[in-house]
């Protein structure tokens, strides 16, 4: 049972233009959303995070929606560049005292220059 | 200092081999992770470690047995694996005492299993 999914395995878009990825999950206990982007070879690295008591995170290029009553999130890269081609991840953790964060199936971005 | 080391990077092994994975990290972080990655697949949870203390144990076959010698390490030793064990092995670690906060992955240790 995949609790976070990623619905858009692959997505291409072209340079300057926005990238929209998305996320559902199915636990109502989430309440911690984080975004990674994983190169080949390398470890995920940590994007974006959103907490379930905010329904909207910016941190430059990068912000990240939440929708809770849809238990949906979705993150938004404007403008898109060709570095940030690469497989995004988004996790989810539940109830603080637990460590256990889910994350999705991932979707490969590519943007076109 | 932000990184998680892992080593080896890559590890061949036959099916009657002892290996381990090594894991460091010096940002203070009192929780770490083990995550098994297959190709086109997210990463999946094996072992929590918090306060040194085994947290976590997501039904991992016990060829699989972590160690946390001190708050900076981590290991994981590998025996009688299977070649279907062949996977990106990902550590990780975190800052908080609960589930809110950042992981930092290391790049991780591509496992070979002939």
């Known amino acids: 049972d995949q609790q976070v999914k990623q619905n858009s395995p692959s997505l291409s878009v072209q340079e300057g233009r926005i990238s929209i990825l998305n996320c559902d999950y199915t636990n109502s206990m989430f309440d911690y959303f984080l975004w990674y982007k994983k190169y080949p070879a390398e470890g995920p690295t940590f994007l974006i995070s959103?907490?379930?008591?905010?329904d909207k995170n910016e941190d430059g290029r990068f912000t990240v929606f939440l929708n809770k009553s849809a238990k949906h999130l979705s993150l938004h890269i404007v403008p898109s560049q060709p570095g940030d081609s690469a497989v995004y991840f988004c996790a989810a953790s539940g109830a603080s005292g637990t460590y256990k964060y889910i994350f999705g199936t991932g979707t490969r971005l590519k943007v076109l220059a | 200092d932000t990184e998680v080391t892992q080593t080896p990077k890559h590890l061949v092994m036959g099916m009657t081999n002892k290996k381990s994975l090594k894991c460091e990290q010096h940002m203070g972080h009192r929780a770490m992770y083990w995550y098994k990655q297959k190709a086109k697949k997210p990463p999946e949870l094996m072992f929590v470690?918090?306060?040194?203390?085994?947290?976590i144990n997501e039904s991992v076959p016990s060829r699989f047995s972590p160690e946390c010698p001190n708050s900076s390490l981590l290991n994981l030793h590998l025996h009688a694996l299977q070649p279907e064990d062949s996977a990106l092995y990902l550590c990780?670690?975190?800052?908080?005492?609960?589930?809110?906060?950042?992981?930092?992955f290391g790049e991780g240790s591509r496992l070979t299993v002939l």
């Open positions: 959103i907490s379930s008591i905010k």
């Open positions: 990780a670690s975190s800052t908080s005492g609960g589930a809110i906060g950042e992981l930092f």
């Open positions: 470690y918090s306060y040194e203390k085994l947290s």
